[in-house]
């Protein structure tokens, strides 16, 4: 029997594969056939032995019939779906049941590839070969979007680390910054008369405010003599204004 161009189909390590299939005789068989092509094969008989060998060893690839003691095939496979352990398993079912319905079922209950009986041993390696590669490149694909979204979730949280480190130092820059009244502002007050009288305003007393003393604001206040009111004169947009009353 031929075995180097069995080898040529791994282009990765040769897999574990289990075998489910009540006939003894057809296990063997398959069984033989993957251990020359150097596969490691495990076997089970029934649905509830090959789940609890799928949950416990995690096989490369699982190869099931779907006519099973105890959990049929397709509720083995619905079941391996389920179990986070055995989810990304390729499974490969091989039935005697050749209906298009009954192939649908096997597809939708998580089967990777269906093949019907009669397969030969050779078409069940080719199809092994090729669920466990395209697993293999789904895995690759979805390390890569892992590591990218893992990036950006880094750079995201760094700018954010960065963003409050900014803030903090300006908010401590503002807090040390003395916000004040005073009568004695950096810049003088302008001599401003009474937009309602015309009369002189009296200079009372300045704030000087803003976001920091690098850009700090001055505000003067008067008040007219004839009570017209106190009035507030901004130094930066030179603008006067009414504020009580």
């Known amino acids: 029997m031929e075995i180097a161009p069995r080898l ?17 005789d057809t296990r063997a068989m398959y069984a ?22 799928a949950i416990a060893h995690h096989h490369d690839v699982i190869v099931t019939e779907t006519r099973l003691p105890g959990i049929n095939g397709f509720e083995l496979c619905t079941l391996l779906r389920q179990d986070v352990t055995t989810r990304s398993i390729p499974i490969v079912v091989v039935t005697g ?29 080719e199809e092994i070969a090729r669920v466990i590669d395209m697993a293999a490149t789904l895995r690759g694909r979805a390390a890569e979007v892992i590591q ?21 130092k300006r908010m401590m820059r503002s807090r040390a910054y003395n916000r004040r009244d005073t009568t004695e502002p950096p810049v003088a007050p302008p001599a401003l008369v009474c937009p309602a009288c015309d009369f002189p305003l009296r200079y009372d007393r300045s704030h000087i ?15 007219c003599a004839k009570g017209c009111g106190t009035f507030q004169y901004r130094q930066r947009t030179r603008k006067l204004r009414k504020v009580y009353p």
């Open 8 to 24: 040529r189909l791994w282009t990765r390590m040769p897999p574990f594969a289990l075998i489910v299939d009540r006939d003894a």
């Open 32 to 53: 033989e056939y993957l251990r020359l092509s150097a596969c490691r094969v495990d076997e089970a008989e029934d649905g509830r032995e090959a789940l609890a060998k």
């Open 209 to 223: 405010g803003g976001v920091s003393e690098r850009h700090k604001e001055q505000w003067d206040y008067f008040e």
């Open 97 to 125: 049941d050749a209906f298009a319905d009954d192939v649908l079922r096997a597809k939708n209950s998580g089967a990777d590839a269906v093949l019907v009986k009669p397969c030969l041993p050779e078409r069940l390696l």
């Open 148 to 168: 990218k979204v893992r990036a950006e979730v880094a750079r995201s949280d760094e700018l954010i680390d960065r963003s409050q480190a900014n803030r903090h």
